[in-house]
Every structure is written in structure tokens, then in C-alpha cells.
């Protein structure tokens, strides 16, 4: 199996984003919801003026929102991907799609013991899910990860039905080794990259020298 795809979401600022299209990520995530992370549209689409993402696909996050909230975002930003992180209904995310159908859908799922049961649920809709980890009062970006034995089920789950599964939290470049060795089919990381609330440019390094060594272990 390739290496898994790389998101690196929660960038909050131009020099975030100038980072972060320096590096290997297949996706760049932006936060519009409340969050220390949450930027606000009009300013992504003034830093994507002068930094050259093409090579990357824009993944916009949302916690329930209204549909007027996604349709400003979607009118101001290229994005390729809507992730869904909050608690929001399969026929809310059936309305999106068809509301805005060439987009590619991610539905966030926290890990707990009905999981793959919610997966099913939205299994026939969405393109792909995100696995965080549950923590009271947060919706994500907490950098603390979930008991990554219950991992391979979730990934198994979307292999066979030919979705995209990424695992999220508390990812960083001390621990990515054994995530990769479950072979999910991405990782999406936030606060693993950062240091002082910056996307820091060494922990990237790392993160993605580490990938690289796996990789050529494995061939």
C-alpha cells in the first residue's frame, strides 16, 4: 500500500499557509467554526492571492453550519473538500451534496464504541470520514489521540466500501511511525505540526522524513 495521503488542517494565518505549501500535504485544511484555529473567508481567499497552492486540494471544515455559512465560504474559496466535524444529521449532508455537487464530502467521526455504526450510517454519502478523538468539550484539534487498536476496524471499513478514512489527533512526529503501520489510507494533522500556535516548518520536516524512511523500509 502507497504512503496515506496528508492533511495538515488548522492553518490560521499567511504564514501558515506559506509553510504549509511548502510541504508534501495533499490537503491544506481551514477552520470555520469556533475554534482558536477559525479564520475567516475573506482572508483565506486574500492569502491564497499570493501563495501558490495549486499543487494542494482545500479542504474547508465546518461544525453544523447553516447553509448560508458553507455558501459564503464556497463563494470566496476554490475549496475541493467539505468536512463536516460537529453533529450534523445524513440529511443535512445529503442537502450539501446536492446543493453543491462537485464537492468532494468528509464526515468527522469522534471514536467511541458505536463508531463504525455511524459509519454505515453515512457510508452511501459521504467520500470519506476523519477519526478524532473524543474529548468533552471539543470538537477536534486537541492533540490528544484515540486508542489506535480500534484504528484497523475503521480502516478496513472504508477500504471495502472505497472511501477515504483519515485518522486524526494527537498525530505528531513521535508516534506517526506506528500509525503507518496500520496503513490508514490518510493522516490529518493540526497541532502535531505546531509549536507556539505556529505550523512550525522542522516538525513538518520530521513528520515527513519519517514518512519518507517508512516508505523505503517497506518496498
Not at 19 to 34: L, P
Not at 46 to 53: F, G, I, P, S
Not at 93 to 103: D, E
Amino acid at each position: 500500500m502507497d504512503n496515506p495521503k496528508l492533511k495538515y488542517c488548522g492553518v490560521r494565518n499567511f504564514d501558515d499557509l506559506k509553510i504549509v505549501s511548502r510541504s508534501q500535504a495533499n490537503y491544506i485544511g481551514f477552520i470555520f467554526a469556533e475554534s482558536k484555529r477559525k479564520v475567516k473567508p475573506a482572508e483565506v481567499k486574500k492569502w491564497l492571492e499570493d501563495v501558490d497552492v495549486t499543487n494542494k486540494l482545500l479542504v474547508a471544515v465546518f461544525v453544523n453550519p447553516t447553509s448560508e455559512e458553507l455558501q459564503e465560504v464556497i463563494n470566496e474559496i476554490p475549496v475541493d473538500v467539505i468536512q463536516f466535524h460537529g453533529n450534523e444529521s445524513l440529511d443535512q449532508i445529503k442537502k450539501v451534496k446536492q446543493q453543491f455537487g462537485g464537492l468532494v464530502i468528509w464526515k468527522a467521526l469522534h471514536h467511541h464504541e458505536n463508531t463504525l455504526k455511524q459509519m454505515e450510517e453515512f457510508i452511501d454519502t459521504v467520500d470519506g470520514f476523519v477519526i478524532d478523538s473524543r474529548i468533552k468539550g471539543a470538537w477536534g484539534g486537541t492533540g490528544v489521540s484515540f486508542d489506535w487498536k480500534a484504528a484497523p476496524k475503521y480502516i478496513n471499513y472504508a477500504l471495502i466500501h472505497n472511501k477515504e478514512c483519515f485518522i486524526a489527533g494527537g498525530i505528531n512526529e513521535k508516534n506517526i511511525r506506528r500509525l503507518l503501520e496500520l496503513q490508514p489510507q490518510g493522516i490529518d494533522l493540526s497541532s502535531g505540526i505546531e509549536e507556539d500556535d505556529k505550523k512550525n516548518e522542522a516538525k513538518i520536516q520530521q513528520i515527513e522524513e519519517r514518512m519518507l524512511q517508512y516508505a523505503n523500509l517497506s518496498r
